[in-house]
Nanobody
Framework: VQLQASGGGLVQAGGSLRLSCAAS????????MGWFRQTPGKEREFVSA????????RYEDSVKGRFTISKDNAKDTVFLQMNSLRPEDTAVYYC?????????????????WGQGTQVTVSS
């Protein structure tokens, strides 16, 4: 499975960005898709995940109510809509995939990764 993330950029605090992650093949019917982020010197941390069933979504506490994960099975693409962005959201964002149904939050639970896209939020 190959994943290609895009949509990062520079935005002011309070602004919005929409990240996309395209998969190389039809994986969403059987895979959990996740978003993680990483800043220099820190561990890669979980942001959100979406499962196979409608309504199967999970969010890290600091992004609840601001970020929304969704997917388009017909386009093999998962999205992360990020609103009310804060400077502390600045990071490289990675999409990831794993087989199964559990919405895992550990980075070691995801064997497939995209290349990352930079999100910078200025104050």
């Amino acid at each position: 499975v190959q994943l290609q993330a895009s949509g990062g950029g520079l935005v002011q605090a309070g602004g919005s960005l929409r990240l996309s992650c395209a998969a190389s093949r039809r994986t969403f019917s059987t895979y959990v898709m996740g978003w993680f982020r990483q800043t220099p010197g820190k561990e890669r941390e979980f942001v959100s995940a979406i499962g196979m069933r409608a309504g199967d979504r999970r969010y890290e506490d600091s992004v609840k109510g601001r970020f929304t994960i969704s997917k388009d099975n017909a386009k093999d693409t998962v999205f992360l809509q990020m609103n009310s962005l804060r400077p502390e959201d600045t990071a490289v964002y990675y999409c990831a995939a794993r087989e199964g149904t559990w919405l895992k939050s550990g980075r070691n639970d995801y064997p497939y990764w995209g290349q990352g896209t930079q999100v910078t939020v200025s104050s």
